[in-house]
């Protein structure tokens, strides 16, 4: 992130793009709904796992999430907060759908992580992590749950310093856990934030105080736990380094915030942080050049489409995060890879389920664009330059499996309902060069039950997974004579992928290992690139 980059459109300047992520009940989604909530966009916040349709949460919309109360797909959300615009990417937290999460992870600017103040730092946050740190995303930490029964604070800090290698700068204490829990000391604002048990959706009462030694704060913490608080954090400013906002910026230091999203505490003074530190629309990669935020000519890329997201009507929207420019409704956009122009005339912002029309966007904004199966994942949009947008991958499955549909008259109608699935993202979807049938390949086994579901809800039709003897694929390229010399030998290993492109199903590793060795001219790979 250079310091020498032009100054934005105030417009553009006050938008702030980012994602929350954690591991499964890290809080998460209690969380988008606070920020919701003090956002103005809702007027109440639902628990997760709450009775009755009207208290489900904003941000699940699946079937299946509000059943189960996970997040599965990832949902975008716009709202203002204060002078800033958020853009809000709410990803699935269960390891299962890593793959849309680090989809999601290229259409944002930071990332917010979630962690659970008793559990500290989870695997599926390690992996999360370290998508974001291939990006050099700036990270703000968010300590979740510390009403219930917590760890150490130091403790908490150095776990994520050692696990996930970053520096650490606190940016509110907290005084107690559980029961003893009060509240929290802003370092950055020398702040007393006192929690409200009482009323849940109540925003925290604060008490600006001067300094630690100021006598207001015995008036509100009791001798005992003010003398703790005293004493760590004058611990905590010797130990831990102060927050810099160029290390944050550059991906090596995460401010932490300590609170508890199911309380609304210590979630404003989340958002403020973001607000303030949090980076303006950056720069986004394309295989021909970088493409800044304050270009005129409006550009945008697809990171995500969802189908059916309307069961009533069958639509599919692709989310478009645009790079640069000020897009307005109804205007002409290049679709780059069928190279046709495409009017826009009904793009939607989104408040999870909910949806409106949009008369514009700006760089940094993330729209939907109702379409029937025109853009796919890695298609760039412009208003005429032939930009193709990189870094959004798509990865080998680690789970194969034949799927059959249980009433042999619907086979026709399941092919579309997989293909649908396989441009949206969900699952890959091969065709092999033998036999019938397709086999239906992901990268965690709760993926298999959510096609099951959603193909029986939105297609009507039931169907079964059965294993396919398989267990991985790669993607094959190089000359076409040694391509077609691999074919001839091998055709019950062959299938083709939704895109048409040969890929090689293998059932053990020595048969990976025998191609690299029988055919060097050939690439076996096991990410592809999703570009236009």
């Known amino acids: 992130m250079l310091d020498n980059r032009p100054t934005l459109p105030p417009e553009i300047a006050r938008r702030r793009t980012f994602a929350i992520i954690a591991h499964p009940d890290a809080g998460k989604t209690t969380l988008t709904e606070k920020f919701l909530l003090f956002g103005g966009a809702i007027?109440?916040?639902?628990?997760?796992?709450?009775?009755?349709?009207?208290?489900?949460?904003r941000s699940d919309f699946m079937k299946l999430e509000q059943d189960r109360g996970i997040s599965v797909s990832a949902s975008a959300m716009s709202f203002d907060y204060r002078e800033f615009r958020f853009n809000l990417v709410d990803t699935p937290g269960h390891s299962d759908f890593s793959e849309d999460t680090y989809r999601t992870l290229t259409a944002v600017d930071a990332a917010?992580?979630?962690?659970?103040?008793?559990?500290?730092?989870?695997?599926q946050t390690r992996k999360l992590f370290e998508v974001c740190r291939l990006r050099d995303l700036p990270i703000?930490?968010?300590?979740?749950?510390?009403?219930?029964?917590?760890?150490?604070?130091?403790?908490?800090?150095?776990?994520?310093?050692?696990?996930?290698?970053?520096?650490?700068?606190?940016?509110?204490?907290?005084?107690?856990?559980?029961?003893?829990?009060?509240?929290?000391?802003d370092l950055i604002n020398d702040r007393l934030e006192i929690m409200d048990r009482a009323d849940?959706?109540?925003?925290?009462?604060?008490?600006?105080i001067t300094g630690l030694d100021d006598p207001k704060l015995a008036e509100h913490i009791p001798a005992d736990q003010l003398a703790k608080l005293r004493e760590e954090v004058e611990m905590a400013r010797e130990l831990l380094p102060a927050f810099d906002r160029a290390s944050f910026l550059n991906g090596s230091m995460t401010p932490i915030w300590f609170g508890s999203a199911i309380n609304s505490f210590g979630v404003k003074e989340l958002m403020e942080g973001i607000g303030r530190f949090g980076p303006e629309p950056q720069p986004q990669k394309a295989a021909e050049r970088m493409v800044g935020a304050e270009e005129t000519p409006v550009t945008g890329f697809v990171f995500k489409v969802q189908a059916n997201m309307d069961p009533k009507h069958r639509d599919r929207?692709?989310?478009?995060?645009?790079?640069?420019?000020?897009?307005?409704?109804?205007m002409k956009l290049l679709h780059v890879r069928s190279k046709k122009p495409m009017a826009v005339t009904n793009p939607v912002l989104f408040l999870a389920a909910d949806r409106e029309l949009t008369e514009e966007a700006w760089a940094g904004d993330i729209i939907g664009i109702p379409n029937h199966g025109q853009l796919r994942i890695g298609d760039a949009l412009t208003e005429g330059e032939g930009l193709r947008f990189t870094g959004i991958p798509s990865f080998a499955p680690e789970l194969l499996q034949t799927v059959r549909a249980t009433d042999p008259m619907k086979a026709k109608h399941l092919e579309?309902?997989?293909?649908?699935?396989?441009e949206e993202g969900a699952a890959k979807v091969f065709k092999p060069m033998i036999g019938s049938g397709f086999i239906v390949g992901v990268v965690g086994a709760l993926q298999f039950d959510v096609l099951a579901s959603r193909i029986e809800i939105e297609y009507g039709i039931p169907v079964r997974f059965e294993g396919s003897g398989f267990t991985s694929a790669r993607w094959v390229s190089g000359p076409e004579d040694e391509m077609d010399k691999l074919v001839?030998?091998?055709?019950?290993?062959?299938?083709?992928?939704?895109?048409?492109?040969?890929?090689?199903?293998t059932r053990l590793q020595w048969d990976i290992d025998r191609v690299i060795r029988d055919y060097p001219a050939l690439k076996l790979t096991a990410t592809k690139e999703m570009m236009a």
């Not at 007027?43 to 949460?57: F, I, N, P, Y």
């Not at 849940?200 to 600006?208: D, I, L, M």
């Not at 579309?416 to 396989?422: D, E, G, H, T, V």
């Open 43 to 57: 007027q109440m916040a639902g628990q997760v796992r709450a009775k009755g349709e009207a208290r489900r949460t």
């Open 112 to 123: 917010i992580m979630v962690i659970d103040g008793a559990k500290g730092v989870e695997s």
């Open 140 to 185: 703000l930490t968010f300590c979740n749950k510390m009403d219930r029964e917590s760890r150490d604070t130091f403790e908490i800090i150095d776990e994520i310093q050692e696990n996930l290698a970053i520096d650490v700068a606190p940016a509110s204490w907290p005084i107690g856990s559980g029961r003893e829990f009060l509240g929290a000391y």
């Open 200 to 208: 849940r959706n109540k925003v925290a009462e604060t008490v600006q």
């Open 317 to 330: 929207v692709a989310f478009v995060r645009l790079a640069s420019g000020h897009f307005e409704r109804g």
């Open 416 to 422: 579309k309902a997989l293909m649908q699935f396989a």
């Open 488 to 505: 001839n030998v091998n055709k019950q290993h062959i299938a083709v992928d939704n895109d048409g492109d040969t890929v090689f199903l």
